[in-house]
């Protein structure tokens, strides 16, 4: 069952390396990540334009470890798994009902986002405090109209907590290296990005047009 439906104008999931050894202090215990190559994994780094919510609209910053996808119990099987370890918001409200709802770990203060769109490219650049947290851009590839199903792992102290995500909409994937993020040092990231992470993606997913859509939470 749905808890949770969220419209976006615009929105955007980059891929990027990091230091396996990196993303194990991220993650919890059960929890493996993905390799790329030997000793590097997958960072994921994912923001969105929402134009429609219970809070009206707002913007999302969210970073990611990839992880194995669990066989769901009813049936469709999920493309990929994610561990978030720091999410980011523009609006309060967002932040307390989906901390309730689904343990995401937000940092406490409000952030402004600016989703910078051309022809073929979408810059995302990310401020808190009017400082700079980020920049980031991915470029286009062929356009089509799809559903995704991903997997979000969470936990609530000792309990292990598991979503099944739907986000349809207008899509375009690539693996062409194109795109580039910076990582501004600001109080938001300072605990969290200690190892090198990669300057570019090495997949670009770009998103217009869509619902995210969250089902129930589920203890294993």
Not at 57 to 62: A, F, G, I, R, S
Not at 112 to 120: K, L, S, V, Y
Not at 178 to 204: C, D, I, Q
Not at 210 to 219: A, C, I, R
């Amino acid at each position: 069952m749905s808890v949770g439906s969220y419209r976006f104008k615009s929105g955007v999931s980059a891929f990027f390396e990091m230091a396996t050894a990196d993303a194990r202090e991220v993650l919890p215990d059960h929890l493996e990540p993905i390799e790329v190559t030997h000793q590097r994994s997958i960072l994921s780094v994912t923001a969105f334009l929402f134009d429609d919510s219970v809070v009206g609209p707002y913007t999302e910053l969210m970073f990611s470890v990839i992880v194995p996808p669990m066989v769901a119990e009813w049936g469709q099987h999920a493309k990929a798994g994610f561990f978030p370890f720091l999410a980011a918001t523009s609006s309060a409200e967002a932040r307390r009902i989906k901390s309730e709802r689904f343990h995401f770990p937000y940092h406490p203060d409000d952030i402004d986002a600016q989703f910078i769109e051309t022809n073929e490219k979408l810059r995302v650049r990310v401020f808190g405090g009017g400082d700079p947290i980020m920049d980031l851009s991915v470029t286009q590839g062929e356009w089509e109209t799809t559903t995704h199903l991903l997997q979000g792992f969470m936990m609530n102290g000792d309990q292990r907590l598991r979503t099944t995500l739907q986000i349809s909409g207008d899509y375009t994937v690539h693996e062409n290296e194109l795109g580039e993020m910076k990582l501004f040092p600001h109080a938001m990231t300072a605990e969290h990005f200690l190892g090198e992470v990669s300057g570019s993606p090495f997949r670009e997913h770009w998103f217009k047009n869509g619902t995210e859509v969250f089902h129930e939470l589920e203890t294993f």
